[in-house]
């Protein structure tokens, strides 16, 4: 069985060798295909700190490459493009981690989270699709086989912002307060300004196929605030009113994995079959 | 040929129902002879709010904090005389009118909710006081005062599986000192009956 296996790569590998004839720098033209994971360096919700996270989604987010391509004006120059599309997990299910982080705040040996039948207006249940669109320079480093193309970009990505409350019960007690998050923006989705600063590495397996690794690190800013209430409800007093900054900031890790298509090479290598 | 004549019968019934339900009046509108309901009487228990959710208590103390009222209403639905047809399938309206679907109105709708306490509450609420101020009907989102409640769900349309409801009335301020307590609830009604009821006596304690 094994030396079935050894034998397999070996002819899988020297087929590969008889494609990969061209030279290092030979394509011009290439879009890329992939799947990937975005997270923030530091997890907000998990620390208990509040982000459109906390009141949204989960921290990691798995998105598809949907549109990516490069364009090399220089032999280790080129401009590259990169749209995602993500669909975070629906806003709901956070609901019983928000409520969690709620008692833990209030004490849960002094409260009880409770059934709010006007659940519907800020617990809002539409899914929406992340999305981000970058620009930026490419520098490429290739071998024979292996490269690294290092690059910085800039863009946009859409930030679902969601309203947040819970009831709490006071045990022993007749008495409920209702802590509510609300956004100051009137869309449910936001944009934020991205930086990115990352490279790609791979492994020629043809002279047009690539298998393709991304890796980045990619800063988003935005000025989203929420106010927080805390309500008495049995006797309608406002104990606490505030405003939250949403962090201004955040690292997001962003890796993904998938293939590169060479669509046009550079003039010197098109006549190579 | 019988069954032709048969299905001519129904036909005849068909439509005769059907052209009563087209009577419209003057303004163009479906007259709306609605099913009505008609408060019949109440219960009440002493509610333990201590944990997550009230629960009726047939113990003889309770947190002072944390004790309510609960009334379970019985209600009697009255059967409008619009529905009450031999061939029941005739009686659909063809045009949809101003009635609720499946709505019950109140017929007698209730005018006012007071509780007066049967043993001395505080310093100004001696026994036989009215004490209403002190609870609050909860929906968890919002607390109401009896009255307020009363105005704003006094003549509530209800459908079938409303109208034995229960309202939860909390005892919002707690008497000073404790001790055994009880409680009678008047309900008076549009029609100037008045129903009360008396809770079960239970000490209030810290």
Redesign the interface.
Known sequence: MKKIIVLSLLVVISGIQVFAQDGPYASQIAINAGLGILTPVHTTFENGQLSDKLVGYKNTMVYWQTISGSYYFRKRLGVRIDLQLGFPNNPVAQRGAFESLILQEFGRDQY???????FEPLHSSNAYIWGTFMAGVVYRIEGLRWYCYPRISAGYSTIGVRDRDA?L?R??????I?VSYVRNVDLSVTSSFNLLAGFSTGYKLTNRLYVNADFSLMQSESDIQFTRSVVN????QTLEESTIDYPNSILNFNANIGAVLVLRKRREFRDLK | MLIRRALMTLAVFYLLGGAASCWVDYEGVIPCDPLKYTHKDFEVYNLDNRGAEAIVTHETVVNKHAFGIRLVMDRDEIVSSRFKNIFPIFSTPLYASDCIPNGYVAQDSISSIKIFTIADFDDEHAAGSDVSEYFSISSTSTFSVLSEYVNMHGSDHLYIDQLDGKLDMLLMTPPTDSGAHQFTVEITLSDERVIEQTTNAIDLLE
Request: hydrophobic letters at 30%; a neutral charge.
């Open positions: 009880y989270v409770v059934e709010n039948p006007a009831y019960k045990k022993n007690s007749n008495e409920i209702h409800v049995s006797n309608a």
